[in-house]
């Protein structure tokens, strides 16, 4: 069983930044790919950032220039770097790994608000 436990969200003024953390326990972390996803009130689950486990990433057209996703596998972490933070980015903030099926955080508040 595969834990996944997310961290760093929180309260920001627009223009901010953030970062987010997520650490999946198990010894074949470095053979995960590993997501961000974000859900905002009312609205469906959707992709912000993906790793792959060989570290090639996509981004949603909404954070590209804003947000960058790395991992390092010494940790079992994979970090969110969320930058020129806008009110629209409000949500929580949930952390996927997957290979042959996909673990959940339980997700992290992040709210853009002055």
């Known amino acids: 069983q595969v834990q996944v436990v997310e961290s760093g969200g929180g309260l920001v003024q627009p223009g901010g930044s953030l970062r987010l953390s997520c650490v999946a326990s198990?010894?074949?972390?470095?053979?995960?790919?590993m997501g961000w996803y974000r859900q905002a009130p009312g609205k469906q689950r959707e992709l912000v950032a993906v790793?792959?486990?060989?570290?090639?990433?996509t981004y949603a057209d909404s954070v590209k220039g804003r947000f960058t996703i790395s991992r390092d596998s010494a940790k079992r972490t994979v970090y969110l770097q969320m930058n020129s933070l806008k009110p629209e980015d409000t949500a929580v903030y949930y952390c996927?790994?997957?290979?042959?099926?996909?673990?959940w955080g339980q997700g992290t508040q992040v709210t853009v608000s002055s």
């Open positions: 996927k790994a997957e290979i042959t099926r996909a673990w």
């Open positions: 198990g010894s074949i972390f470095s053979l995960f790919t």
């Open positions: 790793i792959t486990s060989r570290s090639a990433t």
